[in-house]
């Protein structure tokens, strides 16, 4: 079975820019969501310490917006039941998303 990555990326002022990669496997494709979200958290780190840097030196720094990432694992195919990363929707559970700022937590979509 295969699975695929989408990725939109929100950057304020901007057009959102998205592309998809295709994976063999679940594993392979959480570990390069991670990367994807890793990444988002490390640009608006360093943004936020240009940031600092410039108000400490005397220039007035314009607030701009962190960049925001989604990024989604899902099967491509036949029906998945994805036991060992997603409750089965077939028991009534509701859909969950994870984004960066609740990599170990879900939320419900509503």
Known sequence: MEFVLIVTWFVYGSTPSHY???FRSMDACETARAAILN???RLNAELD????????????????QPK??????????EKW????????????????VKGAADDDQNREVK
Request: proline share 8%.
């Open 39 to 41: 990444d988002a958290n």
């Open 20 to 22: 998809q990669v295709d």
């Open 68 to 77: 925001q990432v989604s990024a989604i694992c899902s099967p491509l195919g």
């Open 81 to 96: 039941n994805g036991a060992s990363h997603e409750p089965d929707r077939s028991a009534g559970q509701p859909p969950t």
């Open 49 to 64: 310490q240009k940031i600092r840097e410039l108000t400490r030196g005397g220039i007035g720094a314009t607030y701009r």
